[in-house]
């Protein structure tokens, strides 16, 4: 493990000390990227966990936007085991935790009863990456995946690289990986961004303006799993094609937000062209001025309102109470092993699995 680029101050007050432990016989440690413009980001190789994003707001003052944690013990034990962590090998749901590949079934474990969730409880979120900072603004993860671990199929070689932007203030994730055996991948970071920055207790994000880049989306049923439709966004509170609220509509009596208890769904992503990296969404918080900009290759993004935040501690006493953090989860539809009409999520021996998502700050013009 190479961390030679880390230094003892930065502007999240995180304290490195605080990030060493042995887990599973691997080194967990903090890495601290800066860019020029000055923005840092901070990260753990504990299931590659983000743990700050701090950018300007309109005055200049700096903030964390992500909901992290400043031990690596509170993100071991967090109350929410993915806060901003990397997902996989199958990011969202599977039902009842089985899919067949190639005639043969596979049992995963059921974590989100009666479903399996974000590659079950002891997915890449939980795992000690090796991890390699080759620059001030970038580190490399890596981490092979065993043929069955947690019931999934195939020897998986994951790299992963984190870096920043030197034009703008923009986090860059890349990933690839691949298999010696026929296996579905889904990977994607479940980082929950509050454009207010995290405080005691941080804001709500309903009066977060959203717009996403998607004519239809995923309808779940009672259990988060998709009906099997790809319905129009056109005439609900689903339509994030022009700026609305989070708060605006989230509370209404259409089945869908009763179902995911507010904004839990995946949407289509309108592309040019299968695989290009296009803009997914947008988000702006007008009393701070910060916007994001997410731009990603996959085919959709879940929006996630953090409805099932608990109000637990995070970093320098910051409190997470329900719907304080926001999520754009770039990835393919959830169960899509079962649903041979979704695009596919198999990867196969001689393939490279590839995504490119990019989360970029700015002020408010």
């Known amino acids: 493990m190479n961390n030679t680029f880390s230094p003892k101050e930065n502007l999240s007050g995180l304290n490195r000390d605080n990030f060493q432990k042995e887990v599973n016989n691997k080194k967990t440690d903090l890495f601290i990227l800066k860019n020029p413009k000055g923005m840092e980001v901070a990260v753990t190789n504990y299931g590659c966990a983000i743990l700050s994003i701090m950018v300007p707001d309109k005055y200049g003052k700096y903030a964390n936007v992500v909901l992290g944690h400043d031990s690596i013990d509170h993100v071991i034990n967090s109350p929410e085991p993915f806060l901003n962590t990397v997902i996989g090998r199958y990011g969202n749901r599977i039902a009842k935790g089985k899919f067949t590949l190639y005639g043969e079934e596979h049992t995963l474990a059921t974590n989100n009863v009666p479903n399996s969730l974000h590659g079950g409880p002891t997915g890449f979120h939980a795992r000690v990456w090796d ?5 001030e603004s970038t580190v490399v993860f890596t981490y092979r995946s065993a043929d069955g671990e947690e019931g999934f199929p195939g020897n998986l070689d994951v790299e992963m690289t984190y870096s920043l932007d030197d034009e703008d203030n923009a986090l860059i994730i890349e990933y690839r990986a691949t298999t010696d055996k026929a296996t579905v991948i889904n990977l994607t970071n479940h980082a929950f ?14 009066n977060h303006e959203v717009t996403i880049n998607a004519d239809f989306y995923v309808p779940i049923d009672d259990v988060s799993i998709p009906t099997g439709e790809i319905l129009k966004v056109a005439d609900t509170p689903m339509d994030f094609r022009t700026p609305h609220t989070i708060g605006e509509r989230i509370n209404d009596s259409f089945q869908q937000l009763i179902y995911g208890s507010g904004y839990d769904h995946c949407y289509v992503l309108k592309k040019t062209e299968t695989g290009e990296l296009e803009l997914a969404a947008t988000c702006t918080d007008k009393e701070s001025g910060r916007t994001l900009e997410v731009s990603t290759t996959e085919t959709g993004v879940q929006l996630y309102t953090g409805n099932w935040l608990s109000g637990f501690e995070g970093a320098h006493g910051a409190i997470f109470p329900a ?3 926001l999520c754009f989860e770039a990835q393919c539809f959830p169960d ?7 695009p596919s999520s198999v990867l196969i021996p001689g393939d490279e699995y590839q995504q490119i998502t990019v989360y970029r700050f700015d002020i408010e013009s």
């Open 131 to 135: 991890a390699d900072q080759t620059d």
């Open 193 to 206: 961004f509050n454009l207010a920055g995290i405080s005691a207790p941080t804001s709500s994000i309903e």
């Open 323 to 325: 719907r304080s953090g």
């Open 336 to 342: 899509t092993p079962n649903e041979a009409h979704f």
